[in-house]
């Protein structure tokens, strides 16, 4: 492997310490140098007026089959992102067994992708074989783990199940797993009770790994569902992580600077409580995350037959009508919808929609959610500005995009994909100031990755995996936006992945330098 050299650079190195000028060296994958360097080099690469800094690790994404397709990774590797962890919001495709299998298969098969594992370290063996550019980490998601063992019912574990499903989760840890998500807000994770999640959550402790939750409830609910999730870590001890921290509903902005409060007293009183943050202000998921958790009991396939009934079709419109007044439907953007007759609506309200086919909100998104077979996506507007930067801000934070690698142009898709790392660079910290520069490094390498538990990434020093990005502090900024999403950021000169070029001069070149990385092996 080529021996490169970084020189003249301004490095900040991930620790949130001040910058200093200098360079660094690569070599065989490895970080061999830093300072003011005279050796000879392959490669000599003037970055006079740049920022060298870690590759910056995306601690929330959901490119779990991403790089099965396409191993470009593309949208991440323009942001400088160089590690994916995916398995977030209690969504994974391992482990998949039994009825988690059968809808696995279902909805790969319409990617074009074959089902050719079951356990979680198969389906890392085959991310290891797709040859991605990024690194991958993978959680267990809860809700795929319960899929495998209790299917798709609204009902408990029995104690055999719950037995079954710490035994398949201990052995995800064994093959490598940081860790397991959930997603309080989809079913079937939530139906999830405590005394399940702890158990769970006992096994992970275990193993070092954390519980990473997409909460039960991000609006009128904030402080509780804190108070649930921080539950978990105080009677077992896991490390928690509350994904995605937010507050929806204009009622309830400024809520997040009571959770964040609370959370920092935990953390006082020995609780490893941490959270990330995506810096926009709109959310986005399925369109059928809106209907009631009860819909979605027995899963979608059912879901979907029992809307045909009238009397199921009115208690879900009902209870649509309770949680989402007409105001409402105007901030929620239909972002993707299948081939078809209402492929039109993408990039369109549910208001709007709902005016063209003469319905009332309610019934335009069941319709849309029947249409699509349930694979019609949003983009939600319900947070602000000013929470988005205190949450942001506090030290307890750190960045995740929320979003996956994209390569393919289709749909509306949410503009985190496309421009997370760079916005925090360019908007919040330079032209806003939420942040010194090196602490927005900061909460995008060495944070994530001591979060994680890798301990020779993360951060630029010597006998550190050579992930590092370059970018110009004065340009970098992103550029997609909600209505114009398909459009790289400027400013990210060079990525560096396991001591390989994957970017250069801001243009990506076909690499695939990537590794699958393993909890306690990495």
Request: hydrophobic share 35%.
């Given at each position: 492997?080529?021996?490169?050299?970084?020189?003249?650079?301004?490095?900040?190195?991930?620790?949130?310490?001040?910058?200093?000028?200098?360079?660094?060296?690569?070599?065989?994958?490895?970080?061999?140098?830093?300072?003011?360097?005279?050796?000879?080099?392959?490669?000599?690469?003037?970055?006079?007026?740049?920022?060298?800094?870690?590759?910056?690790?995306?601690?929330?994404?959901?490119?779990?089959?991403?790089?099965?397709?396409?191993?470009?990774?593309?949208?991440?590797?323009?942001?400088?992102?160089?590690?994916?962890?995916?398995?977030?919001?209690?969504?994974?495709?391992?482990?998949?067994?039994?009825?988690?299998?059968?809808?696995?298969?279902?909805?790969?098969?319409?990617?074009?992708?074959?089902?050719?594992?079951?356990?979680?370290?198969?389906?890392?063996?085959?991310?290891?074989?797709?040859?991605?550019?990024?690194?991958?980490?993978?959680?267990?998601?809860?809700?795929?783990?319960?899929?495998?063992?209790?299917?798709?019912?609204?009902?408990?574990?029995?104690?055999?199940?719950?037995?079954?499903?710490?035994?398949?989760?201990?052995?995800?840890?064994?093959?490598?797993?940081?860790?397991?998500?959930?997603?309080?807000?989809?079913?079937?994770?939530?139906?999830?009770?405590?005394?399940?999640?702890?158990?769970?959550?006992?096994?992970?402790?275990?193993?070092?790994?954390?519980?990473?939750?997409?909460?039960?409830?991000?609006?009128?609910?904030?402080?509780?569902?804190?108070?649930?999730?921080?539950?978990v870590g105080q009677k077992t001890g896991v490390a928690v992580q509350v994904s995605h921290h937010k507050v929806g509903g204009e009622k309830n902005w400024g809520a997040v600077k009571e959770t964040l409060s609370y959370m920092q007293e935990l953390r006082q009183n020995g609780l490893d409580i941490t959270c990330d943050v995506y810096p926009y202000i709109a959310t986005s998921t399925s369109l059928s995350a809106l209907l009631p958790s009860w819909a979605h009991n027995g899963g979608t396939r059912k879901m979907l037959g029992n809307l045909k009934n009238e009397d199921f079709y009115c208690k879900v419109r009902e209870g649509l009508n309770r949680s989402e007044s007409e105001q409402e439907f105007e901030k929620i953007m239909v972002s993707f919808l299948p081939e078809g007759k209402n492929k039109k609506f993408e990039g369109q309200r549910?208001?709007?929609?709902?005016?063209?086919?003469?319905?009332?909100?309610?019934?335009?998104?069941?319709?849309?959610?029947?249409?699509?077979?349930?694979?019609?996506?949003?983009?939600?507007?319900?947070?602000?500005?000013?929470?988005?930067?205190?949450?942001?801000?506090?030290?307890?934070?750190?960045?995740?995009?929320?979003?996956?690698?994209?390569?393919?142009?289709?749909?509306?898709?949410?503009?985190?994909?496309?421009?997370?790392?760079?916005?925090?660079?360019?908007?919040?910290?330079?032209?806003?100031?939420?942040?010194?520069?090196?602490?927005?490094?900061?909460?995008?390498?060495?944070?994530?990755?001591?979060?994680?538990?890798?301990?020779?990434?993360?951060?630029?020093?010597?006998?550190?995996?050579?992930?590092?990005?370059?970018?110009?502090?004065?340009?970098?900024?992103?550029?997609?936006?909600?209505?114009?999403?398909?459009?790289?950021?400027?400013?990210?000169?060079?990525?560096?992945?396991?001591?390989?070029?994957?970017?250069?001069?801001?243009?990506?070149?076909?690499?695939?330098?990537?590794?699958?990385?393993?909890?306690?092996?990495?």
């Amino acid at each position: 492997m080529a021996t490169i050299l970084f020189k003249n650079g301004k490095i900040v190195d991930g620790t949130g310490s001040p910058f200093f000028y200098g360079d660094v060296l690569i070599k065989d994958g490895i970080i061999k140098g830093m300072g003011k360097i005279n050796k000879k080099a392959d490669q000599v690469i003037d970055v006079q007026g740049k920022v060298i800094a870690p590759g910056f690790i995306d601690i929330h994404t959901h490119s779990d089959t991403v790089y099965l397709l396409n191993n470009l990774g593309k949208s991440k590797i323009e942001q400088g992102v160089t590690t994916e962890v995916l398995g977030n919001c209690g969504f994974a495709v391992a482990p998949a067994y039994g009825v988690a299998a059968n809808d696995l298969e279902d909805s790969l098969r319409k990617k074009g992708i074959e089902l050719s594992w079951a356990s979680f370290g198969e389906y890392l063996e085959a991310l290891e074989k797709a040859r991605p550019a990024a690194n991958l980490a993978g959680l267990v998601g809860h809700g795929t783990l319960r899929k495998s063992v209790v299917g798709n019912d609204e009902r408990e574990a029995t104690p055999q199940e719950l037995k079954e499903m710490e035994k398949i989760l201990g052995e995800c840890h064994e093959e490598g797993a940081f860790g397991f998500s959930s997603g309080l807000l989809y079913a079937p994770s939530c139906y999830g009770n405590k005394e399940e999640f702890a158990a769970l959550a006992k096994i992970t402790a275990k193993y070092g790994g954390i519980y990473a939750t997409h909460m039960r409830n991000e609006s009128d609910r904030l402080l509780e569902s804190v108070q649930e999730s921080a539950e978990v870590g105080q009677k077992t001890g896991v490390a928690v992580q509350v994904s995605h921290h937010k507050v929806g509903g204009e009622k309830n902005w400024g809520a997040v600077k009571e959770t964040l409060s609370y959370m920092q007293e935990l953390r006082q009183n020995g609780l490893d409580i941490t959270c990330d943050v995506y810096p926009y202000i709109a959310t986005s998921t399925s369109l059928s995350a809106l209907l009631p958790s009860w819909a979605h009991n027995g899963g979608t396939r059912k879901m979907l037959g029992n809307l045909k009934n009238e009397d199921f079709y009115c208690k879900v419109r009902e209870g649509l009508n309770r949680s989402e007044s007409e105001q409402e439907f105007e901030k929620i953007m239909v972002s993707f919808l299948p081939e078809g007759k209402n492929k039109k609506f993408e990039g369109q309200r549910i208001s709007e929609i709902a005016t063209e086919l003469g319905m009332h909100g309610s019934d335009a998104l069941i319709y849309l959610v029947m249409e699509s077979e349930a694979e019609a996506a949003m983009i939600r507007f319900g947070m602000c500005e000013e929470d988005v930067q205190e949450v942001l801000r506090n030290p307890l934070s750190m960045v995740g995009s929320d979003g996956s690698a994209i390569t393919d142009r289709e749909g509306r898709p949410h503009p985190r994909n496309f421009g997370t790392f760079p916005r925090v660079l360019g908007f919040y910290s330079r032209e806003q100031g939420t942040f010194t520069l090196e602490e927005a490094v900061y909460k995008m390498s060495g944070m994530p990755a001591w979060r994680l538990g890798l301990w020779k990434r993360g951060l630029l020093r010597e006998g550190f995996a050579a992930d590092i990005t370059v970018f110009d502090p004065e340009v970098v900024v992103d550029r997609s936006t909600f209505t114009e999403p398909f459009q790289s950021p400027v400013g990210i000169d060079y990525v560096m992945v396991n001591g390989e070029l994957v970017l250069i001069n801001g243009k990506q070149v076909e690499s695939f330098p990537g590794q699958i990385l393993k909890r306690g092996r990495t």
